[in-house]
């Protein structure tokens, strides 16, 4: 029952809208009304202000290590962890609160590589530098760069369960991603 309670809690936990609620708490702005309408913190640095965006991206970072640390520390399934980071970045992209709107799922993702394999959110870090320099696009970049998770996983654990978790994640953050390479193909890019 509890390994049932921590799977939903990080679903839960995950869907906890931040950037919604600061940018109502700070600036009365429905993040969903404005810019990507992505619920997310590069949406709210750049449309409700710096503050609320720094505060959503740490928001969502500390959710990801509480949802996978919460795993690690009461359940009696070993792998577990794999399943609440996989489903705290879900519940920040499909979002049950808001109508399955929510962000991109990158601040998330952080923190949930941050607690899991510190070395991944490196190699991921110095690759999304890279291909921002190469392609000029921190967009397309992020939806590019989040399938290099499978493969640095592999060599970080050599464990298949982290190899799928890191797919599982790819595929839903990607999928956030396609308007960007839509975007991207049709010449519209920006550094940021």
Do not use: C, W
């Not at 409700?48 to 991206?57: E, F, M, Q, S």
């Not at 499909?94 to 991944?120: D, E, H």
């Not at 392609?135 to 590019?144: L, S």
Request: glycine residues 10%; charged residues 10%.
């Amino acid at each position: 029952m509890i390994d049932l309670l921590l799977a939903v809690g990080a679903y839960i936990l995950g869907a906890i809208p931040f950037a919604y609620l600061f940018g109502r708490l700070f600036k009365r702005v429905d993040i969903r009304q404005a810019g990507s309408g992505n619920v997310g913190a590069m949406n709210a640095f750049k449309n409700v202000n710096r503050v609320t965006g720094i505060l959503t991206a740490l928001a969502d970072i500390a959710k990801g290590v509480l949802a996978v640390h919460l795993a690690v520390v009461y359940s009696n399934l070993p792998e577990l962890y794999l399943l609440a980071a996989f489903l705290v970045v879900l519940g920040h992209n499909y979002n049950i609160f808001l109508g399955f709107k929510g962000g991109k799922g990158l601040a998330a993702l952080a923190g949930v590589l941050l607690y899991i394999s510190p070395m991944t959110f490196l190699y991921t870090l110095i690759l999304v530098i890279v291909l921002v320099l190469l392609i000029r696009d921190v967009n397309t970049t992020f939806g590019v760069a989040v399938f290099s998770l499978p493969l640095f996983f592999y060599f970080q654990t050599g464990s298949i369960y982290y190899v799928l978790t890191g797919l599982a994640i790819a595929l839903i953050v990607a999928v956030k991603h396609l308007n960007d390479f839509r975007a991207y193909r049709e010449g519209r890019r920006g550094l940021f």
